[in-house]
């Protein structure tokens, strides 16, 4: 058994990332229009436009319930956070922070440097663990030079208000399209969950257009957020902001 997680934890990250970093920026206004019900809901994305093909058609799609894990010497995940958001937008599906250049998710020991270029929100949460679902799940997304993705996944349950949220949520854009720029900074890092410990797992882009070859790390300890705050967040982008669990297939889940 120490031999297989020595393999493992060696092997993480050794193989090319294949999603290209174009993809991550919001859908233009030619960009096929989707949603998380009715005809456009998740299960017609594939329908919607030749490019969300893999939305159906991939192998590796996120999210997934994790479970069945493969225990594996996970390296350190440092988190290089130093500039504030700079714009905050209703997405219309969700509530997006873009941040300035300078900001790092650092793998030391794998050589691996990720740039983060936003932040944005789901309610439900997209990945179950174990079968439970939270109230909320957070990604940050970064990209790599040369254009992997990395995408680290914190879950939100329900509890104490957070105080981030609550600056946040002051200045959040009420209509779909619109933003603002808050005029008060705050640390990512105070989204964060005290302790850093993550399943690790190659899947894909949760929204169109579904891109495969993204870098899962999902830390395995939630924040909290208390009732108004979830509900103040559906009010705006709706009731339900999560794609369904997808096949997970052959892959393997690290922890």
């Given at each position: 058994m120490k031999?297989?997680?020595?393999?493992?934890?060696?092997?993480?990250?050794?193989?090319?990332v294949l999603f290209?970093?174009?993809?991550?920026?919001?859908?233009?206004?030619q960009a096929a229009h989707w949603s998380y019900e009715g005809e456009?809901?998740?299960?017609?994305?594939?329908?919607?436009?030749?490019?969300?093909?893999?939305?159906?058609?991939?192998?590796?799609?996120?999210?997934?319930?994790l479970q069945q894990f493969v225990h594996a010497e996970l390296p350190e995940l440092?988190?290089?956070?130093?500039?504030?958001?700079?714009?905050?937008?209703?997405?219309?599906?969700?509530?997006?922070?873009?941040?300035?250049?300078?900001?790092?998710?650092?793998?030391?020991s794998r050589g691996r440097i990720f740039e983060l270029k936003q932040f944005h929100f789901h309610s439900p949460s997209e990945h179950t663990i174990e079968g439970q679902s939270f109230a909320m799940e957070m990604h940050f997304v970064?990209?790599?030079?040369?254009?992997?993705?990395?995408?680290?996944?914190?879950m939100l349950k329900e509890g104490k208000e957070h105080p981030v949220l609550n600056k946040l949520w002051s200045f959040m854009p009420k209509n779909a399209g619109e933003s603002v720029v808050p005029p008060i900074g705050i640390e990512e890092t105070d989204l964060l969950p005290p302790t850093r410990e993550y399943y690790y797992y190659s899947g894909s882009l949760t929204t169109?257009?579904?891109?495969?070859?993204v870098a899962w790390f999902v830390l395995k300890n939630p924040i909290e957020a208390s009732a108004e705050q979830i509900a103040t967040f559906?009010?705006?982008?709706?009731?339900?902001?999560?794609?369904?669990?997808?096949?997970?297939?052959?892959?393997?889940?690290?922890?």
């Open positions: 031999f297989m997680r020595t393999v493992w934890s060696l092997s993480l990250f050794a193989l090319p290209l970093a174009p993809a991550l920026l919001p859908a233009s206004d456009e809901g998740p299960e017609h994305w594939s329908d919607l436009s030749g490019d969300y093909h893999m939305c159906r058609g991939g192998s590796n799609q996120s999210p997934i319930d440092v988190f290089d956070y130093v500039s504030p958001p700079n714009r905050e937008t209703n997405m219309g599906h969700t509530i997006q922070l873009d941040v300035e250049p300078g900001n790092f998710l650092k793998i030391p970064h990209v790599e030079e040369g254009g992997g993705l990395a995408v680290v996944g914190v169109p257009p579904c891109s495969e070859g559906k009010q705006y982008v709706g009731p339900a902001t999560n794609r369904p669990v997808q096949p997970r297939n052959s892959r393997l889940i690290l922890d």
